[in-house]
């Protein structure tokens, strides 16, 4: 079954411990992207990857780091979370950007205590 | 920046009501548009998109055409269903950018 997968689904941690969300797709996407959704802002989002290697920010990335060293993975790690980065966060995966039909995973609720 | 701007919700109607949700956009350039909806507890899915100026996209009874000369991209059905209920967003792809911009989501509520 193609699908964007994302780990854990739910997560609560205190202030400045370092953590990892994962996101995995299986369907050969070259483009994949991380948003947070936060109530009456919609999506916005915070980092992009073209393919293996090329990242970029999107419009909210302070706080936040990705990395993209294989093309199904693309992990969001917060290395310092503070309050302010609770949210949802969901992760999405397209074929490439000019195709644009985003496909995107469960989402991962995080609190920030 | 590019932006999209769409009406606040919660919009409420009845089963078989019309339902038209706004949405606008700011771009440089010239962006594809679409339409996701989110039901409860899940990600987003795709419902339709548009790609240049004039385009209509469809799905399940929705239905939205790429005005350029207007910069919207409104949402319509014309007859809604209980299982319609869900937040509609309205987004659209930069290509310049390589970024994409999501309305603040609007919720529907269809009432039997």
């Known amino acids: 079954e193609a699908q964007v997968t994302q780990n854990p689904r739910y997560l609560i941690t205190v202030t400045g411990k370092k953590l990892t969300v994962t996101c995995s797709q299986n369907m050969n996407h070259e483009y994949m992207s991380w948003y947070r959704q936060d109530p009456g802002l919609g999506l916005r989002q915070i980092y992009y990857?073209?393919?293996?290697?090329?990242?970029d920010k999107g419009d909210v990335p302070e706080g936040y780091k990705v990395s993209r060293k294989e093309k199904r993975n693309f992990p969001l790690i917060l290395e310092s979370p503070s309050p302010n980065q609770t949210s949802l966060y969901f992760c999405?995966?397209?074929?490439?950007?000019?195709?644009?039909?985003?496909?995107f995973g469960p989402g991962t609720r995080l609190t920030v205590l | 920046g590019d932006s999209v701007t769409q009406m606040e919700g919660p919009v409420t109607l009845s089963e078989e009501a019309f339902l038209t949700i706004n949405c606008t956009y700011t771009?440089?350039?010239?962006?594809?548009l679409f339409w996701y909806v989110q039901y409860p507890g899940e990600g987003l899915q795709l419902l339709l998109k548009?790609?240049?100026?004039?385009d209509k996209g469809s799905n399940k009874g929705f239905e939205a055409t790429y005005r350029k000369e207007t910069t919207s991209f409104h949402l319509e059905k014309g007859s809604v269903q209980v299982s319609d209920s869900a937040v509609y967003f309205c987004a659209l792809s930069d290509h310049n950018f390589n970024k994409f911009y999501f309305g603040s989501g609007t919720k529907l509520n269809v009432k039997p």
């Open positions: 990857s073209m393919n293996v290697e090329v990242t």
């Open positions: 999405a995966s397209s074929l490439d950007l000019l195709s644009d039909t985003q496909y």
């Open positions: 771009a440089t350039g010239y962006p594809s």
């Open positions: 548009a790609t240049k100026a004039d």
